[in-house]
């Protein structure tokens, strides 16, 4: 009977020492599984930001990865506008560059166009003035000892007594009827064309030509009518009257009373 009790009491024992170890061994293992959420949690969040190195190191991957690419991104702005603001002010320079080039460009050829017209017009001017001398030289030379004797007598005849203006005068227009076209082209045809000059059909002329032939046309008159004369046949146009110059190149016409006329020297009217 004790020893029924006895064996008893010891699997009792037995059995609730067996109960406390597996009581135990449960509650381990149920640590053990809390520590592993918590160290599945850790590793979850580590993968938000954070990455377990084989050591056992913890690295911030997120805020490196996010710096890296913010820095790289930035960089490449940063060039991007860089290179950008570049080629506009090269682009901007070249076109500065061209504009100044085309202003001078035009400028130059606006010189060199007035240039070339003011050469033009100073070689034309010159070439009238060279074309005129020839003329006049060619008309000095030109006239004979006849021609001479004839137009003498003539202005004589017409305003020997005028002033020596209003002989050269007279001189000029015949000289101006010669060179005209629309008269004789001769000294001799224009004084002597019918209907024209009084003195050549009057007798006057003649009268005074035989003086000049004879040696007596001497007269301080008669000497002016020479000069007179001369000056024409030279190529002479221009008359002094009132202290300015008069260009007779154009008169075709005198008289002592000519309708319509624009001058008047002396006694005589010209047109």
């Given at each position: 009977m004790k020893f029924r009790k006895l064996l008893l009491c010891m699997i009792t024992g037995i059995v609730l020492t067996g109960f406390a170890k597996v009581y135990t061994y449960a509650a381990e293992d149920n640590i053990v599984t809390e520590d592993t959420k918590v160290q599945d949690t850790t590793v979850n969040a580590s993968?938000?930001?954070?990455?377990v190195a084989d050591n056992g190191t913890v690295s911030d991957t997120t805020n490196t990865d996010s710096s890296v690419t913010d820095g790289e991104s930035t960089d490449a702005v940063l060039?991007?506008?860089?290179?950008?603001s570049s080629e506009e002010g090269n682009d901007s320079a070249a076109e500065a560059a061209e504009a100044k080039k085309a202003a001078e460009e035009k400028a130059a050829k606006e010189a060199a166009e007035k240039k070339a017209a003011?050469?033009?017009?100073?070689?034309?001017?010159?070439?009238?003035?060279?074309?005129?001398?020839?003329?006049?030289a060619k008309e000095k030379a030109a006239y004979s000892k006849a021609d001479l004797r004839l137009l003498s007598a003539l202005i004589?005849?017409?305003?020997?007594s005028e002033s020596y203006?209003?002989?050269?005068?007279v001189g000029i227009v015949v000289m101006n009827r010669k060179r005209s076209g629309a008269y004789p082209d001769t000294i001799k045809g224009v004084i002597?064309?019918?209907y024209q000059f009084g003195p050549a059909t009057n007798g006057a002329l003649s009268k005074a030509l035989k003086r000049y032939d004879q040696g007596k046309f001497t007269s301080a008159a008669?000497?002016?009518c020479i000069k007179a004369a001369k000056a024409a046949l030279s190529g002479t146009t221009t008359i002094t009257v009132n202290g300015s110059k008069k260009n007779f190149s154009k008169y075709l016409y005198f008289s002592g009373s000519l309708k319509g006329n624009t001058l008047s020297l002396?006694?005589?009217?010209?047109?």
């Open positions: 993968t938000d930001g954070q990455a060039g991007d506008t860089t290179g950008t003011a050469e033009k017009a100073a070689a034309k001017k010159k070439a009238a003035k060279e074309a005129a001398a020839k003329k006049a004589y005849c017409e305003a020997n203006n209003g002989k050269l005068a002597y064309q019918k008669q000497k002016a002396g006694n005589h009217e010209f047109k």
